[in-house]
């Protein structure tokens, strides 16, 4: 049952936006290639590739 609940979870990433000074979650996409977003307060876009080389981190800093 644990595993059907966190499995309908959105899954994100938190940033750190440095433009704003603001924290905010960037979503998958439904191709599932990616995490996109943008800055909740200037609306800056911002992207994330998903890859085989990737991390295991959840949290980032964007510029």
């Known amino acids: 049952m644990d595993e ?3 499995s309908n979870k959105r899954q994100f990433l938190g940033i750190w ?6 924290y905010g ?3 998958k996409n439904k191709d599932g290639t990616a995490y996109v ?3 909740p307060k200037c609306l800056r876009a911002v ?8 991390t295991n981190q ?3 800093r964007g510029s």
């Open 4 to 6: 059907e609940k966190n």
């Open 17 to 22: 936006f440095e433009c704003c000074h603001v």
């Open 25 to 27: 979650r960037i979503y």
């Open 37 to 39: 977003g943008r800055c």
């Open 47 to 54: 992207r994330v590739r998903v890859g085989t080389e990737g």
């Open 58 to 60: 959840r949290f980032f």
